[in-house]
């Protein structure tokens, strides 16, 4: 079982920067492959962004590929996602999500999701 805890979300103004945290419970942290979803207000959850289990490998939505990057600390059982250029149509609540024994995070295929952090961009 693994539990996963999302924070740093807020209020930020266009063009300017967060960075999520997501913070794993339990010590096999480094065999699961983690990825941030986010889902606006009547819209379905889409991908952001991926790792793998090692770091070495990165996947980008494209509408924030260049603005985001997503990284990891197997020490710290974390990984943050870093999001800079924002803009309000990054608005949403962001998830942070876990797939055993994978180099990829897919909605339908994660094994784990936290709660979500809400992140606001004013225009």
């Known amino acids: 079982q693994v539990q996963l805890v999302e924070s740093g979300g807020g209020l930020v103004q266009a063009g300017g920067s967060l960075r999520l945290s997501c913070a794993a419970s339990?010590?096999?942290?480094?065999?699961?492959?983690m990825g941030w979803f986010r889902q606006a207000p009547g819209k379905e959850r889409e991908f952001v962004a991926a790792?793998?289990?090692?770091?070495?490998?990165?996947y980008y939505a494209d509408s924030v590929k260049g603005r985001f990057s997503i990284s990891r600390d197997n020490a710290k059982n974390s990984v943050y996602l870093q999001m800079n250029s924002l803009k309000p149509e990054d608005t949403a609540v962001y998830y942070c999500?876990?797939?055993?024994?994978?180099?990829?995070?897919?909605?339908?295929?994660?094994?784990?999701w936290g709660q979500g952090t809400q992140v606001t961009v004013s225009s």
């Open positions: 999500a876990a797939t055993y024994n994978s180099n990829y995070v897919s909605r339908a295929g994660a094994d784990y």
């Open positions: 339990g010590r096999t942290f480094s065999s699961y492959a």
């Open positions: 790792i793998s289990t090692s770091g070495s490998i990165t």
